[in-house]
């Protein structure tokens, strides 16, 4: 009877806790509506799975604060372009920017969005319970803070794990590969006429850089040194990983060459592909039955250990104001119900790829998402890589010109067009004329 009674005060404390929360969230909205009714905001974004979350979040949004929001999407290349190109222009009228991780640091170095600390300790625009700051993943967090300053809220966190057919490995009697010598020799023996082994981003240009990162680490590579300000580029482990990427390249799809994450994503999806690895954020794609034909077929694990250990890195996407936006507050306000600790699992329940601590690490949605254990296993390995001092994504504002330096050279000497030599010479000349400009 006692322990009855304690459950049934358990019940009433939740439900109650539960009333006074949503009571916020609504005080927020009313707070909202009352100042920023009939405000007009455009989101500039690229088709994604976190794009889908967010755009499932705006009726209730817009029902209940009176700003509208429209959308202008357009390709992941297209809107890393158009913003770094044109971010402070009046013309470009934007309020609010999908900002890829990578692009952050010369977002702030630009001038062209604005620094959210400051707005987010208004109680107006960012209450602390329902926004919950504290319950973002810290290193989702991390890339879009630069000198202290926060320059994108995260809304699709990533990082790159290996998913695979359990089906067709249980053909073979075969386990998650441990290393890459393991994973290479099950790309021998998947390879049909009808299915590649493997499939990932690897694409000319800084796709090519994105995926290369991760194999630069576990083969002893190295990328740049931003304390000395040099390129480390040209080195055995470099060469080693360049070496191990060629020989994956039989075990591809026609073109793989030329694969993106889309097509990636697609090959996977359609059952033409045994292996994949690549970000974390596709895989709520990969298992929704209404899009994939192989959801319920994959299973998905940390990525394999080099001769130097196991590391992969954390990318992801943002949400930031843009500097000439003439509706700073009411941005500010929506990005932050958006990625909101209060909506974030409607949003990850709408296909947006997980980036807060809570729903990361429910029971429920672990037992729901086979993939979640793996993103916290690929957590790990690139905290691993951030207690060596190094990142798949290194913090400068430089950091796109190098990589697409790194992507076009390396892409070259993947296909065989250069010798690695060759390449890794070039590539280092020119990243360390980038660091000196």
């Given at each position: 009877m006692?322990?009855?009674?304690?459950?049934?005060?358990?019940?009433?404390t939740f439900?109650?806790?539960?009333?006074?929360?949503?009571?916020?969230?609504d005080?927020?909205?009313?707070?909202l509506?009352?100042?920023?009714?009939g405000?007009?905001?455009?989101f500039?974004?690229?088709?994604?799975?976190?794009?889908?979350?967010?755009?499932?979040?705006?009726?209730?949004?817009?029902?209940?604060?009176?700003?509208k929001?429209?959308?202008?999407?357009?390709?992941?290349?297209?809107?890393?372009?158009k913003?770094?190109?044109e971010?402070?222009?009046?013309?470009?009228?934007?309020?609010?920017?999908?900002?890829?991780?990578e692009?952050?640091?010369?977002?702030?170095?630009?001038?062209?969005?604005v620094?959210?600390?400051?707005?987010?300790m208004d109680?107006?625009?960012?209450?602390?319970?329902?926004?919950?700051?504290?319950d973002?993943v810290?290193?989702?967090?991390?890339?879009?803070?630069?000198?202290?300053?926060?320059?994108?809220?995260?809304?699709?966190?990533?990082?790159?794990?290996?998913?695979?057919?359990?089906?067709?490995?249980?053909?073979?009697?075969?386990?998650?590969?441990k290393?890459?010598?393991?994973f290479l020799?099950?790309?021998?023996q998947?390879?049909t006429?009808?299915?590649?082994?493997?499939?990932?981003r690897i694409?000319?240009?800084w796709?090519?850089?994105?995926?290369?990162?991760?194999?630069?680490?576990?083969?002893?590579?190295?990328?740049?040194?931003l304390?000395?300000?040099?390129?480390?580029?040209?080195?055995?482990g470099?060469?080693?990983?360049?070496?191990?990427?060629?020989?994956l390249?039989p075990?591809g799809p026609?073109?793989?060459?030329?694969?993106?994450?889309?097509?990636?994503?697609?090959?996977?999806?359609?059952?033409?592909?045994?292996?994949?690895?690549?970000?974390?954020?596709?895989?709520?794609?990969?298992?929704n039955?209404?899009?994939s034909?192989?959801?319920?077929?994959?299973?998905?694990?940390?990525?394999p250990?080099?001769?130097?250990?196991?590391y992969?890195?954390?990318?992801?996407?943002?949400?930031?104001?843009?500097?000439?936006?003439?509706?700073?507050?009411?941005?500010?306000a929506?990005?932050a119900?958006f990625?909101s600790?209060?909506?974030?699992q409607e949003?990850?329940?709408a296909?947006?790829?997980?980036?807060?601590?809570?729903?990361?690490?429910?029971?429920?949605n672990?037992?729901?998402?086979p993939?979640?254990?793996?993103?916290?296993?690929?957590?790990?390995?690139a905290?691993?890589?951030?207690?060596?001092?190094?990142?798949?994504?290194?913090?400068?504002?430089k950091?796109?010109?190098?990589?697409?330096?790194?992507?076009v050279?390396?892409?070259?000497?993947f296909?065989?067009?250069?010798?690695?030599?060759?390449?890794?010479?070039?590539?280092?000349?020119?990243?360390?004329?980038?660091?000196?400009?």
């Open positions: 006692k322990l009855f009674i304690k459950l049934i005060a358990i019940k009433i439900l109650f806790s539960f009333q006074a929360y949503a009571n916020a969230v005080d927020w909205l009313a707070g509506k009352s100042k920023y009714d405000t007009e905001l455009v500039a974004m690229t088709s994604h799975p976190g794009t889908d979350g967010i755009q499932a979040l705006v009726p209730e949004f817009t029902e209940k604060t009176g700003i929001i429209s959308f202008d999407i357009m390709g992941e290349g297209q809107l890393i372009d913003t770094l190109l971010c402070q222009s009046p013309d470009l009228k934007w309020d609010v920017i999908m900002i890829a991780a692009t952050s640091p010369q977002m702030l170095h630009d001038n062209c969005t620094p959210l600390n400051d707005f987010l109680q107006t625009l960012a209450p602390s319970e329902p926004f919950g700051m504290d973002y810290p290193a989702y967090l991390s890339l879009f803070k630069m000198d202290d300053q926060i320059v994108a809220l995260p809304f699709a966190g990533e990082t790159v794990f290996l998913t695979y057919r359990k089906d067709l490995f249980d053909e073979k009697g075969l386990e998650a590969p290393t890459w010598d393991e020799s099950h790309a021998k998947l390879k006429d009808d299915v590649a082994a493997v499939v990932m694409g000319r240009g796709e090519f850089t994105y995926m290369w990162s991760i194999f630069i680490y576990p083969f002893g590579g190295d990328m740049v040194d304390e000395t300000n040099t390129a480390q580029i040209d080195n055995a470099n060469v080693a990983s360049l070496e191990y990427l060629r020989q390249l075990y026609v073109g793989f060459e030329n694969y993106h994450w889309d097509t990636s994503m697609t090959a996977i999806m359609e059952g033409k592909a045994a292996m994949s690895v690549e970000a974390s954020a596709l895989a709520g794609e990969y298992e039955p209404d899009k034909r192989t959801a319920g077929k994959l299973a998905y694990a940390p990525l250990t080099g001769p130097a250990g196991a992969s890195g954390v990318w992801g996407w943002g949400l930031g104001v843009k500097k000439t936006s003439k509706n700073q507050e009411a941005a500010i929506a990005i119900y990625t600790k209060a909506k974030h949003y990850v329940n296909g947006g790829p997980v980036s807060r601590t809570h729903v990361l690490a429910n029971p429920d672990q037992a729901k998402h993939y979640y254990q793996a993103t916290l296993d690929t957590l790990d390995q905290a691993a890589l951030y207690a060596k001092g190094k990142s798949a994504v290194p913090k400068t504002a950091w796109f010109q190098i990589s697409d330096v790194m992507g050279y390396g892409s070259e000497a296909v065989g067009e250069r010798t690695i030599a060759d390449a890794l010479a070039q590539m280092n000349e020119q990243v360390q004329k980038i660091l000196n400009e």
